[in-house]
């Protein structure tokens, strides 16, 4: 089994007032370690505030969030690594809509431009959830908690280079409109499908010190 500390940090002090996310931790550990059959152990940290002078209410940008991902986790910048980041932020300044981001790819896109090693040496080192948009979408509490449960153990999917999976209900698929998915994402007959295919291949990046991310992808 792969083990794994999970930082959860939180870019405003404002995002409480979008409601409560009840057993947040609890949640990604229990869907990771169905997902990967037993093969990845995520400790989660209850959330905590970051204190970042650039990321204190608001939109953020790509490179609020690698300076934020390199606070929380403190990881060396060309590894090995054992800690994972997830950032709870407002929106995303690129593209306010996006209810998370897999922002972390290890190499510079139209809405990441940064290219220095500190953010590319070790990619998929973490994601971002972004509570404000995800309000916008789900406007009662029950569905709003139930998305941002779901975005954070997809976009986490991401970060293991899970791909998305349109063939059916499943928590990489993308986010629908009209309502959450529910319970039937993380159903453990769906997730086989999109499972976790030999998972110590797929998290050399955190035992080595050449990461292993041949797979591009767009993380939305």
Known sequence: MTKLECQIGMMSPKLDRYGSIPNLTEFIQKHFEVASRGD???????????????SQDSSVTALELHNALAYL???????????????????????????????????????????????????????AVFLGAISELRSDEESYAEEVLFTTVHELGHVFNLHHDEDSINFMARSQVEKPYGPAAFISARIKKTGFRNVQQILMFALAEVPLWTRALTAT
Do not use: Q
């Open 40 to 54: 990845v152990s995520l400790a989660c940290t209850e959330p905590k505030m970051i204190r970042h002078p650039l």
């Open 73 to 127: 986790t403190g990881n060396p910048i060309e590894g090995p690594i054992s800690r994972i980041g997830i950032l709870l932020a407002e929106s995303y300044e690129p593209f306010r809509p996006a209810l998370g981001v897999m922002f972390d790819r290890g190499f510079a896109t139209d809405d990441d431009l940064n290219s220095v090693d500190l953010f590319t040496k070790v990619p998929r080192e973490g994601c």
